[in-house]
């Protein structure tokens, strides 16, 4: 996520963008939606004057002018083949808690509208820059085991993926959508959300039935301990015990190599 955490001055910024071009790195990853002041390039959403926050197409505005304007940016410095989007933050618009600062990490006040707010940000994202990001990879909400980046219950974490994987497939099929970022594979919150999923799809009727397209997760003190490959095996045991393949791709989307120089 280069373009997302330095400023064209900072000298580390033109680190990471050699690092993508030297190592051939073809991928990089974008928030869909962020409001916060420090970046703001995201896809804003308002609501209309006297709009309540329940279920109406006609109640909110999607701007996309910021946030492709970011998507040209990365293209143009990093050049990477794709472009892989985190879904959230949760817009202020939207959330159940608009009038708290941490706003972005609480769950949506109306489900339905998400739904629909996802859905038209995966139509516009598919169907512009020639298609090239159709297909894409799409990354619900993050971290259900900090403070930092989700502040409800990891019930309210479940709903959003369920809404945000239904926005997604309305709009693109063949995009494929992933959670739950945990900080680690073995996180207590990986095996909480699996589990969940796995109850709500459960449920009788096929059509309420989600995927688990990608399972995403860190691991930021490894270390070189060979620590990694057990969380993998971790994570493959647990995903058929509700329901899921044990072939789903993992996807470790945050590691370091610390403590060894």
């Known amino acids: 996520r280069s373009s997302q955490y330095y400023d064209d001055s900072d000298p580390a910024r033109s680190f990471i963008e050699n690092a993508f071009r030297e190592t051939m790195v073809d991928m990089s990853d974008m928030y869909v939606f962020n409001e916060s002041p420090e970046e703001n390039n995201g896809i804003r959403v308002t609501r209309r004057a006297g ?8 109640c909110l505005d999607l701007n996309f002018s910021q946030f ?52 038209r940000a995966v139509e516009h994202i598919k169907t512009g820059w020639g298609g090239r990001f159709a297909g894409a990879s799409y990354l619900s909400l993050t971290e259900p085991d900090s403070d930092t980046y989700w502040l409800g219950t990891i019930d309210e974490f ?36 699996i589990t969940k999923l796995g109850v709500h799809n459960r449920n009788p009727a096929p059509a309420d039935r989600v995927t688990l397209d990608e399972i995403v997760w860190q691991d930021y003190n490894w270390n070189q301990d060979e620590k990694l490959s057990p969380e993998v095996d971790f994570i493959r045991n647990l995903l058929p015990e509700h329901g899921f393949s044990a072939n789903t791709p993992s996807v470790l989307i945050g590691w370091n190599n610390w403590g060894n120089g």
């Open 51 to 58: 709009c309540t926050p329940q279920f109406s197409g006609d």
């Open 68 to 119: 492709d304007a970011e998507v040209n940016r990365e293209i143009a410095r990093t050049g990477p083949e794709t472009i892989s989007f985190t879904v959230g933050l949760m817009p202020q618009a939207l959330s159940s808690r608009p009038n708290d600062p941490g706003f972005p990490y609480y769950a949506p006040a109306d489900y339905n509208e998400w739904q629909d707010v996802v859905r």
């Open 158 to 193: 479940v709903s959003v993926y369920v809404h945000t994987w239904r926005g997604v497939k309305a709009a693109d099929p063949n995009a494929k959508v992933g959670a739950p970022m945990t900080m680690t594979g073995n996180a207590p919150d990986m095996t909480n959300f």
